[in-house]
Protein backbone atom coordinates (compact mmCIF):
# COMPACT_ATOMS: atom_id res chain seq x y z
CA UNK A 1 0.00 0.00 0.00
CA UNK A 2 1.26 3.48 -0.77
CA UNK A 3 1.88 5.86 1.76
CA UNK A 4 2.52 9.46 2.20
CA UNK A 5 3.53 10.95 4.88
CA UNK A 6 4.15 14.72 5.22
CA UNK A 7 5.59 16.73 8.50
CA UNK A 8 7.91 19.75 9.40
CA UNK A 9 4.65 22.40 9.11
CA UNK A 10 4.31 24.76 11.67
CA UNK A 11 3.77 28.23 12.77
CA UNK A 12 6.70 31.01 10.98
CA UNK A 13 7.11 34.68 11.11
CA UNK A 14 7.69 36.19 7.67
CA UNK A 15 10.89 36.02 6.02
CA UNK A 16 11.31 33.13 7.69
CA UNK A 17 12.38 29.78 7.06
CA UNK A 18 10.99 26.17 7.04
CA UNK A 19 11.64 22.20 5.34
CA UNK A 20 8.77 20.02 5.13
CA UNK A 21 9.64 16.39 4.45
CA UNK A 22 7.65 13.51 2.85
CA UNK A 23 8.47 10.23 3.47
CA UNK A 24 6.82 7.24 0.60
CA UNK A 25 6.84 3.42 1.85
CA UNK A 26 4.66 1.09 -0.50
CA UNK A 27 6.38 1.72 -4.20
CA UNK A 28 9.59 2.20 -5.52
CA UNK A 29 10.71 5.44 -4.95
CA UNK A 30 12.71 6.71 -7.08
CA UNK A 31 10.71 5.11 -10.60
CA UNK A 32 8.34 7.96 -9.95
CA UNK A 33 8.45 11.79 -10.13
CA UNK A 34 7.53 13.48 -6.95
CA UNK A 35 5.30 16.87 -6.40
CA UNK A 36 3.89 19.55 -3.75
CA UNK A 37 0.35 20.64 -4.26
CA UNK A 38 -0.93 23.61 -1.72
CA UNK A 39 -3.79 24.78 -0.42
CA UNK A 40 -4.89 27.91 0.99
CA UNK A 41 -7.86 28.26 3.77
CA UNK A 42 -10.92 27.81 1.98
CA UNK A 43 -8.89 28.03 -1.29
CA UNK A 44 -8.21 25.78 -4.11
CA UNK A 45 -5.82 23.28 -5.19
CA UNK A 46 -2.55 25.27 -6.42
CA UNK A 47 0.93 23.18 -8.11
CA UNK A 48 4.13 24.26 -6.41
CA UNK A 49 6.80 22.12 -7.37
CA UNK A 50 7.73 18.84 -8.77
CA UNK A 51 11.09 16.98 -8.69
CA UNK A 52 12.15 13.60 -11.58
CA UNK A 53 12.53 10.39 -10.20
CA UNK A 54 16.22 11.11 -10.01
CA UNK A 55 16.29 14.58 -8.79
CA UNK A 56 18.26 15.81 -11.31
CA UNK A 57 15.15 17.80 -12.79
CA UNK A 58 13.27 20.51 -11.09
CA UNK A 59 10.09 22.69 -11.84
CA UNK A 60 8.28 25.23 -10.01
CA UNK A 61 5.63 27.24 -10.22
CA UNK A 62 5.84 31.44 -10.76
CA UNK A 63 4.37 32.67 -7.36
CA UNK A 64 7.28 30.03 -5.75
CA UNK A 65 10.20 30.16 -7.59
CA UNK A 66 13.72 31.47 -6.16
CA UNK A 67 12.56 30.89 -2.65
CA UNK A 68 11.42 27.03 -2.56
CA UNK A 69 13.62 24.38 -3.86
CA UNK A 70 12.22 20.59 -4.26
CA UNK A 71 14.53 17.62 -3.27
CA UNK A 72 14.59 14.16 -2.89
CA UNK A 73 16.74 11.58 -1.22
CA UNK A 74 16.30 8.20 -2.81
CA UNK A 75 18.42 6.46 -0.65
CA UNK A 76 15.99 7.40 2.38
CA UNK A 77 12.58 7.47 0.13
CA UNK A 78 12.22 11.51 0.90
CA UNK A 79 10.68 14.54 -0.69
CA UNK A 80 11.95 17.55 0.84
CA UNK A 81 10.63 21.18 0.53
CA UNK A 82 12.39 23.77 1.81
CA UNK A 83 10.96 27.10 1.86
CA UNK A 84 12.43 30.52 2.31
CA UNK A 85 11.52 33.99 2.67
CA UNK A 86 8.27 32.85 3.51
CA UNK A 87 5.18 35.44 2.96
CA UNK A 88 1.84 35.45 4.80
CA UNK A 89 0.43 34.10 1.42
CA UNK A 90 2.24 31.10 1.68
CA UNK A 91 0.01 30.16 4.49
CA UNK A 92 -1.60 26.95 3.54
CA UNK A 93 -1.97 22.86 4.02
CA UNK A 94 1.28 21.34 1.53
CA UNK A 95 0.32 18.12 -0.13
CA UNK A 96 3.19 15.69 -1.36
CA UNK A 97 2.12 13.05 -4.58
CA UNK A 98 3.26 11.22 -6.47
CA UNK A 99 3.15 10.79 -10.48
CA UNK A 100 4.44 8.77 -13.51
CA UNK A 101 7.55 9.45 -15.08
CA UNK A 102 5.28 10.87 -17.64
CA UNK A 103 4.65 14.76 -17.44
CA UNK A 104 1.19 14.19 -18.30
CA UNK A 105 0.47 11.56 -15.72
CA UNK A 106 -1.86 12.14 -13.19
CA UNK A 107 -1.15 12.26 -9.06
CA UNK A 108 -2.13 9.04 -8.48
CA UNK A 109 -1.44 9.07 -4.52
CA UNK A 110 -1.43 12.08 -1.78
CA UNK A 111 -0.11 12.40 1.70
CA UNK A 112 -2.66 14.19 4.23
CA UNK A 113 -0.89 16.74 4.34
CA UNK A 114 1.01 19.62 6.60
CA UNK A 115 -0.57 22.99 7.77
CA UNK A 116 2.24 25.91 6.98
CA UNK A 117 1.01 29.02 9.07
CA UNK A 118 3.23 32.27 8.17
CA UNK A 119 2.35 34.81 10.46
CA UNK A 120 3.59 37.37 13.03
CA UNK B 1 -0.06 31.01 -18.03
CA UNK B 2 -2.53 28.44 -18.91
CA UNK B 3 -5.68 28.85 -17.26
CA UNK B 4 -8.51 25.99 -16.59
CA UNK B 5 -12.12 27.35 -15.68
CA UNK B 6 -14.59 25.66 -13.66
CA UNK B 7 -17.87 26.79 -12.23
CA UNK B 8 -17.42 27.52 -8.42
CA UNK B 9 -21.09 25.03 -7.56
CA UNK B 10 -23.18 22.72 -9.23
CA UNK B 11 -26.34 21.12 -7.69
CA UNK B 12 -27.54 18.31 -8.15
CA UNK B 13 -30.95 16.13 -6.07
CA UNK B 14 -30.07 12.29 -5.42
CA UNK B 15 -29.93 9.88 -8.36
CA UNK B 16 -29.85 12.36 -10.92
CA UNK B 17 -26.64 13.45 -12.92
CA UNK B 18 -24.11 15.73 -12.08
CA UNK B 19 -21.62 17.25 -14.80
CA UNK B 20 -18.64 19.44 -13.83
CA UNK B 21 -17.32 21.07 -16.64
CA UNK B 22 -13.41 22.38 -16.66
CA UNK B 23 -12.66 24.86 -19.78
CA UNK B 24 -9.18 25.91 -21.05
CA UNK B 25 -8.35 26.79 -24.61
CA UNK B 26 -7.19 24.12 -26.80
CA UNK B 27 -7.69 21.65 -23.90
CA UNK B 28 -8.56 19.13 -26.47
CA UNK B 29 -4.87 18.60 -27.15
CA UNK B 30 -4.13 18.06 -23.47
CA UNK B 31 -4.66 15.11 -21.36
CA UNK B 32 -7.21 16.01 -18.30
CA UNK B 33 -7.37 14.45 -14.63
CA UNK B 34 -9.65 15.28 -11.81
CA UNK B 35 -9.54 14.92 -8.63
CA UNK B 36 -12.27 14.35 -5.91
CA UNK B 37 -11.75 16.05 -2.20
CA UNK B 38 -13.81 15.86 0.42
CA UNK B 39 -13.71 18.77 3.62
CA UNK B 40 -10.78 17.99 5.69
CA UNK B 41 -9.21 15.14 3.44
CA UNK B 42 -6.47 14.74 0.94
CA UNK B 43 -7.72 14.59 -2.88
CA UNK B 44 -8.61 11.49 -4.33
CA UNK B 45 -8.04 11.04 -8.11
CA UNK B 46 -10.98 9.70 -9.90
CA UNK B 47 -10.78 10.27 -13.46
CA UNK B 48 -7.85 10.44 -15.22
CA UNK B 49 -6.65 10.12 -19.30
CA UNK B 50 -9.21 12.14 -19.67
CA UNK B 51 -11.87 9.36 -19.27
CA UNK B 52 -9.83 6.27 -17.18
CA UNK B 53 -11.10 5.17 -13.79
CA UNK B 54 -8.43 4.12 -10.83
CA UNK B 55 -9.11 0.90 -9.65
CA UNK B 56 -12.00 1.24 -6.39
CA UNK B 57 -13.54 4.62 -8.31
CA UNK B 58 -17.69 3.70 -9.12
CA UNK B 59 -18.56 3.53 -12.71
CA UNK B 60 -20.84 6.32 -11.95
CA UNK B 61 -17.93 8.50 -12.70
CA UNK B 62 -17.00 9.06 -16.03
CA UNK B 63 -15.06 11.56 -18.38
CA UNK B 64 -14.98 13.48 -21.44
CA UNK B 65 -13.76 16.27 -23.89
CA UNK B 66 -15.56 18.02 -26.43
CA UNK B 67 -14.37 21.10 -28.11
CA UNK B 68 -12.64 23.67 -25.54
CA UNK B 69 -14.60 21.50 -22.42
CA UNK B 70 -13.75 18.62 -20.70
CA UNK B 71 -16.71 17.29 -18.37
CA UNK B 72 -16.74 15.23 -15.27
CA UNK B 73 -19.97 13.25 -15.15
CA UNK B 74 -21.26 11.15 -11.76
CA UNK B 75 -24.37 9.11 -12.72
CA UNK B 76 -26.94 8.24 -10.01
CA UNK B 77 -25.32 10.75 -7.39
CA UNK B 78 -25.53 9.88 -4.03
CA UNK B 79 -25.00 12.04 -0.87
CA UNK B 80 -21.63 10.84 -0.38
CA UNK B 81 -20.45 12.52 -3.47
CA UNK B 82 -20.86 15.91 -2.15
CA UNK B 83 -17.66 16.77 -2.32
CA UNK B 84 -15.29 19.50 -4.55
CA UNK B 85 -13.94 18.46 -7.76
CA UNK B 86 -10.80 19.65 -9.58
CA UNK B 87 -9.05 19.56 -13.04
CA UNK B 88 -6.17 19.01 -13.78
CA UNK B 89 -3.58 19.08 -16.63
CA UNK B 90 0.12 19.52 -17.21
CA UNK B 91 0.73 22.35 -19.99
CA UNK B 92 3.80 21.87 -21.70
CA UNK B 93 4.54 25.16 -23.14
CA UNK B 94 5.69 26.14 -19.20
CA UNK B 95 6.30 22.82 -18.00
CA UNK B 96 3.84 23.73 -15.62
CA UNK B 97 0.96 22.18 -13.85
CA UNK B 98 -2.05 23.38 -13.54
CA UNK B 99 -5.25 23.03 -11.63
CA UNK B 100 -9.20 24.24 -12.24
CA UNK B 101 -10.65 26.60 -9.71
CA UNK B 102 -12.51 23.54 -8.58
CA UNK B 103 -16.49 23.30 -8.57
CA UNK B 104 -18.49 22.24 -5.07
CA UNK B 105 -20.73 19.63 -5.82
CA UNK B 106 -23.91 20.03 -3.31
CA UNK B 107 -26.26 17.24 -3.66
CA UNK B 108 -29.77 18.32 -2.29
Known sequence: ?120 | SYVLTQPPSVSVAPGQTARNTCGGNNIGSKTVHWYQQKPGQAPVLVVYDDSDRPSGIPERFSGSKSGNTATLTISRVEAGDEADYYCQVWDSSSDHWVFGGGTKLTVL
Open chain 1, 1 to 120: EVQLLESGGGLVQPGGSLRLSCAASGFTFNSYAMSWVRQAPGRGLEWVATVSGTGSSTYYADSVKGRITISRDNSKNTLYLQMNSLRAEDTAVYFCAKRDLLSSSPLDSWGQGTLVTVSS
